[in-house]
C-alpha cells in the first residue's frame, strides 16, 4: 500500500519570478520622480538651515574651542622648536604655563586690579557728568541732566566689564565647555579633521584637508598677532601711566590688553577710559593720557599689525567691523570675539574655493 505524500511534499514550490507588488510611495514616472527627489534636498537644504540657526549658539561655543585649541596648537608648536618632546606634553606644558600665569595674577594683582574696577565707574561716570557740563556751558546744545541715563547705562556696562576682570566671572559655563572642547581639540587635531572628513564624499576629502591646513595655520598666525598686540599695548599702557602716577594704571593696562582682541572696537573703547580717569587727575595728566592712547596705538598700528597683516589673513578693517557688529547684535560677547576669525576662516574657504574652480 503506497505511503500519503505528507503536507511538506504536496505544497506547492513558492514561484520563482513572482513580480513584486507596487506599494503605495513608488511612483512611475520618471519626472515625478525626479522632481521630488529635487524637492527632497531642498526641503533638506533648509531643515538643516533652519537647525543651524536654532543652534547658533552652541555651534559658536563649539568654534570658540576650535580658536581657543589653534592657539594651544601654535604654542606646542612654538616649544616643539626648542624642546624634542611629544606633543602632548608640549601641549600639556603649555596649559600648565597658562594656568601659572593666570595663578600669579589673581595671587599678585587680584587685589589690587579688584579694587580699582571697584572705583572706575565712579570714577567714568563724575568725569562723563563733567565734560557735559562743561560742552553745556559752552553752547553746545547738551543738557547735562538729559544724559543722565545714557551715562548711568555706559557706567553699568563698565560696571560688567570692571566687575569680570575683578572676580566675577561671567559665562563660566560657556568659558569652561570652550576650554574642555580646545584640550580636546588641540590634544588630536587630526583626529577630528579626519573624521569630519569622512562624512564628505572621497572627491572633496583631499580638497578640505587641505583647505582645513591652511585654515588652521591662518588662524594661528591670526590669533598669535592678536596675542603679541594683547601684551604690547597692555604692558606699555601700564608702564606710561605708572610712570606718571596715573591712578588706576594697572586696571587700565589690563582693560586695554584685553580689549586689544578685538580690532576696531577694543581700542576706542580702551582709550575713552583712559583719557576719562587721566582727567580726574587734572588737565595735565589728561593731556598726558591722552598722548599715551596715541603713541601705543601709533606703534601698534604701524608696526606690530603691518608686521603681522603679511603673514596672516588680509581682512579689510570695514569687513571685520561690519561682521562684529552683526554677530555681537546676534550673539552678544562671544559673537564680537569670535567675529574676526570667522571672517578669516570664511575668507580662506572662499579662496580655496574659487581656486579650485578655475582648475576645473
Known amino acids: ?17 513572482e513580480p513584486a507588488r507596487v506599494g503605495p510611495t513608488d511612483i512611475s514616472d520618471t519626472l515625478i520622480l525626479t522632481e521630488a527627489k529635487r524637492a527632497a534636498v531642498w526641503i533638506g537644504m533648509a531643515a538643516l538651515l533652519a537647525l543651524t540657526v536654532y543652534l547658533a549658539q552652541p555651534l559658536l561655543v563649539i568654534f570658540g574651542g576650535m580658536v581657543f585649541a589653534a592657539m594651544i596648537d601654535g604654542g606646542a608648536r612654538l616649544l616643539g622648536r626648542v624642546l624634542p618632546i611629544g606633543r602632548a606634553w608640549r601641549v600639556t606644558l603649555v596649559l600648565l604655563l597658562a594656568l601659572a600665569f593666570l595663578t600669579w595674577t589673581a595671587m599678585f594683582a587680584g587685589s589690587q586690579i ?15 557728568m563733567r565734560l557735559l557740563e562743561w560742552l ?23 560696571s560688567q566689564i570692571t566687575s569680570a576682570v575683578g572676580g566675577v566671572i ?8 570652550i576650554t574642555v572642547m580646545a584640550i580636546y581639540f588641540a590634544a588630536e587635531p587630526q583626529l577630528y579633521r579626519r573624521g569630519f572628513g569622512w562624512l564628505l564624499p572621497q572627491g572633496q576629502r583631499d580638497h578640505f584637508e587641505t583647505t582645513a591646513m591652511i585654515m588652521g595655520r591662518t588662524l594661528r598666525r591670526l590669533l598669535a598677532g592678536r596675542l603679541l598686540g594683547m601684551v604690547v599695548e597692555g604692558v606699555a599702557t601700564w608702564l606710561l601711566l605708572a610712570v606718571y602716577g596715573v591712578p588706576m594704571a594697572g586696571l587700565l593696562g589690563l582693560l586695554t590688553g584685553l580689549l586689544a582682541f578685538l580690532p576696531n572696537i577694543g581700542a576706542p573703547i580702551s582709550g575713552a577710559l583712559m583719557v576719562l580717569v587721566g582727567f580726574s587727575g587734572g588737565v595735565d595728566m589728561g593731556i598726558y593720557c591722552i598722548i599715551v592712547y596715541i603713541v601705543v596705538q601709533v606703534v601698534d598700528g604701524n608696526i606690530i599689525v603691518p608686521m603681522v ?8 578693517p570695514a569687513l571685520v567691523l561690519g561682521a562684529q557688529l552683526i554677530m555681537g547684535a546676534l550673539f552678544g560677547l562671544l ?20 581656486v579650485r574652480n578655475e582648475n576645473a
Open 170 to 177: 561671567g559665562g563660566f559655563t560657556t568659558a569652561f565647555l
Open 335 to 354: 559673537g564680537l570675539i569670535l567675529a574676526d576669525p570667522l571672517v578669516a576662516m570664511i575668507k580662506v574657504a572662499l579662496e580655496r574655493q574659487s
Open 114 to 128: 579688584a579694587s580699582q574696577a571697584a572705583q572706575l565707574p565712579g570714577t567714568v561716570e563724575a568725569q562723563a
Open 309 to 316: 597683516a603679511k603673514k596672516t589673513a588680509d581682512l579689510a
Open 136 to 158: 553745556e556751558s559752552h553752547g553746545m546744545g547738551f543738557k547735562a541732566a538729559s544724559f543722565e541715563n545714557l551715562v548711568d547705562k555706559l557706567v553699568g556696562g563698565v
Open 1 to 17: 500500500m503506497a505511503k500519503a505524500p505528507s503536507r511538506t511534499a504536496r505544497a506547492a514550490p513558492p514561484p520563482v519570478n
